[in-house]
């Protein structure tokens, strides 16, 4: 039966055949399918060439120095904030971005730098407690940190709708009281692949409160508007959007509160890294976010439609089939399962021998026992439905396997 998802990658093969082709690694390995992008993506031809062309034309360090190299290289990082301010559909005035290690560093720096000033005794947060741990430590920290101080602030659970992996905005308003200061929240969730909705946290926490947004795994996979999220941090990281590791960016509204400016002495920014991620938000723009975003949902519900025909696997997360067009909850990139009959770490190595590279293990959930283990399939744009095609063969043949 012909799903919304086969329409997509139909129309949109042609597209795709000429991005893929510029992923030198990929077409350097015909015969291996890479689908681990949710912990790091492959980088376009074009990305590689910025860099190479930064290092080896005006190459300086940033804000020292009045040589023409020196300040080539300042233009270019300011030119990269603002070209992240575009990315983000900012059309905001007082807004900032600061260029972090990645999403990691940027969510502790809002802890730290930003967050830390404004709690008072008493104050309440909410986080999510089963999102990714570096959307967890950070506000953990600073309770403990803050208690030193005798200042206690309580960290609530953000809660979560467990058939789909979704926040619970049912629950949500219970939590809000006068004293939440605070939220913060993911995207898109890095194991259950479903967009948070976050829009409709903002409409039960009121026009005050700063939500800090986690958005390791939707910036470069498809549009992302801070008019349309209306949040006060947007957290990201350039290793997940086609860019180099190493480097991410902290968006702040600075509407709600003080500005925010990371603290202390700030040293030697990852110029190259920079560098990489305005050129890849200006490859994703080219290419199409939009159409980025449809194929890689695609693929990624071809993956839940054939996991649900095949006995013995549990997709986690909603279990619905979440096509293309699916009104109810957008899966996007990713989709995590188990096998009943076999271990997902053996599964993992089984695909691997395939040349199938998929993640199995805990993937950094925060509240996760350590041997909790999943296979994750993640999708970017040089993806294809043959490999997500040779993933569900592999795992259809599991069914004779017993661990
Ligand atoms: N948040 C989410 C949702 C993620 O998927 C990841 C990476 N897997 C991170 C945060 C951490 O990103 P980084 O390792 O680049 O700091």
């Not at 992923?23 to 860099?51: E, M, R, W």
């Amino acid at each position: 039966m012909r799903t919304g998802s086969d329409d997509v990658i139909d129309r949109l093969t042609d597209w795709h055949r000429r991005l893929r082709a510029q992923f030198p690694i990929i077409t350097a390995n015909p015969g291996s399918a890479y689908l681990d992008s949710a912990a790091t993506t492959q980088k376009p031809a074009a990305v590689l060439d910025a860099v190479t062309e930064f290092l080896t034309t005006t190459n300086a360090n940033v804000g020292r120095g009045s040589y023409p190299w020196a300040t080539s290289t300042t233009a270019r990082i300011d030119a990269a904030r603002e070209r992240v301010r575009t990315a983000l559909g900012d059309n905001t005035t007082g807004s900032s971005v600061e260029f972090v290690d990645g999403t990691s560093h940027g969510l502790r720096a809002v802890a730290q730098d930003w967050l830390a000033d404004q709690l008072t005794d008493g104050d309440e947060i909410i986080v999510p407690f089963g999102d990714h741990e570096a959307n967890l430590r950070p506000w953990l920290d600073l309770r403990e940190q803050l208690a030193l101080r005798g200042i206690r602030v309580s960290v609530l659970a953000m809660p979560v709708d467990a058939s789909s992996g979704d926040y619970d905005h049912r629950a949500l308003p219970s939590l809000v009281t006068a004293r939440t200061r605070f939220v913060a929240v993911t995207h898109v969730h890095h194991v259950f692949g479903v967009d948070m909705n976050v829009h409709r946290v903002r409409e039960v926490v009121g026009p005050d409160v700063p939500i800090c947004l986690d958005a390791a795994q939707s910036v470069g996979h498809r549009p992302v508007s801070v008019a349309d999220l209306d949040v006060d941090f947007v957290v990201f990281s350039g290793h997940k959007m086609l860019a180099l590791p190493g480097v991410g960016a902290v968006w702040a509204r600075n509407r709600r509160g003080p500005r925010f400016a990371p603290r202390g002495w700030e040293g030697t920014p990852n110029t190259a890294g920079i560098v990489s991620m305005a050129a890849a938000f200006d490859w994703l723009d080219a290419a199409g976010l939009a159409e980025i975003g449809a194929w890689t949902t695609a693929l990624s519900a071809r993956l839940t439609d054939g996991l649900a025909r095949l006995p013995g696997v549990r997709v986690l997360g909603c279990q619905r089939s979440l096509t293309a067009d699916s009104p109810v909850q957008r899966r996007e990139s990713l989709v995590t399962f188990r096998h009943t009959a076999v271990r997902s770490d053996d599964l993992g190595f089984v695909l691997a021998d395939e040349g199938i590279m998929v993640r199995a293990d805990g993937h950094c959930q925060a509240g996760r026992e350590s041997d909790d283990h999943a296979v994750r399939v993640s999708v970017h744009v040089y993806n294809t439905a043959d490999e997500i095609d040779r993933v569900l063969a592999v795992v259809r043949r599991c069914e004779g396997m017993r661990s």
